[in-house]
């Protein structure tokens, strides 16, 4: 006799769940991919230690941007503009990291969709690399959503991450952005000391999470390989631990950043 109202229960509960789920999701419309760099990686093995030693591979650099109803969220902002006009796109220091090119300029990507830098309510940054942060200042008026950990990691000879006036929300943590659970800053340090990724909860495509550098390829997730270069390889591994978790718990699906081979399949 006992058992029928503990089920009930339960799918009360379930069925709760379900329908909290659909609300939350209503406020998010639409996520764009738009192109925020392609390279060619001079060796992989930088990103996979002893793997692959000395393989080129091409990676792309995306950038999301999503519409919701309180606003516009753009998640990285790739490499800079300013790369679009070097023909030879811009070389790295070391040959085995990524040549950038840069085939189409962010602002011509938001001209095209009719949005205005001004329009942005948020930017939100996986992290502080060149390759995530080039286009901040196209948006000087958008409150940039980044962790406390990596707005105050000393950036090259000291300077400052960010423009000290650009507005900002230091976070400490996850962050449900629109507070509806739509849109949810994931804190997944290790690559950088404040590194983040993003949850989605899509009306139609479902629960997505982007990795940021959390992971750069395929590969490397299947493998839960660490890149030499992360600051430290517990906390990523701790990171790819949690992201996995989240994926199994959301039934989302992971877009791997600079997976090319992914990106492709997610355009097509
Ligand atoms: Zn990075």
Same mark, same amino acid.
């Given at each position: 006799m006992q058992r029928f109202p503990l089920l009930t229960a339960v799918i009360i509960a379930a069925l709760g769940a379900l329908a909290t789920g659909a609300a939350q999701a209503a406020g998010l419309e639409r996520l764009y991919i738009l192109n925020c760099g392609e390279g060619i990686a001079g060796d992989i093995s930088r990103w996979s230690p002893g793997v692959n030693i000395g393989q080129s591979m091409p990676f792309v650099d995306n950038c999301y941007l999503l519409k919701h109803a309180q606003g516009w969220l753009l998640w990285d902002t790739g490499v800079? &503009?300013?790369?679009?006009?070097?023909?030879?796109g811009q070389k790295p220091a070391d040959p085995k990291a990524t040549h950038w090119y840069r085939p189409k300029t962010l602002a011509s990507q938001l001209e095209a969709l009719g949005?205005?830098?001004?329009?942005?309510?948020f930017v939100a940054v996986s992290h502080t690399h060149e390759d995530h942060i080039g286009n901040v200042e196209l948006f000087p008026l958008a409150m940039l959503l980044v962790q406390k950990a990596e707005y105050d990691w000393p950036g090259p000879n000291n300077t400052p991450r960010f423009r000290p006036e650009h507005p900002v929300t230091k976070l400490d943590g996850d962050k449900?952005?629109?507070? &509806?659970?739509?849109v949810t800053i994931l804190a997944t340090?290790?690559?950088?000391?404040?590194h983040q990724s993003l949850l989605v909860k899509l009306p139609k495509t479902g629960a997505l999470v982007l990795s940021g550098d959390a992971v750069h390829f395929q590969a490397n997730w299947d493998n839960r390989r660490v890149p030499s270069n992360n600051v430290d390889q517990e906390q990523t591994k701790a990171s790819m631990e949690r992201i996995a978790g989240i994926l199994a718990q959301e039934k989302a699906t992971l877009w791997i950043n600079h997976d090319k081979a992914q990106r492709d399949s997610l355009i097509a």
């Open positions: 800079p &503009d300013a790369i679009a006009a070097m023909p030879d949005v205005k830098p001004a329009d942005i309510t449900d952005v629109f507070g &509806d659970g739509s340090p290790g690559h950088t000391p404040g």
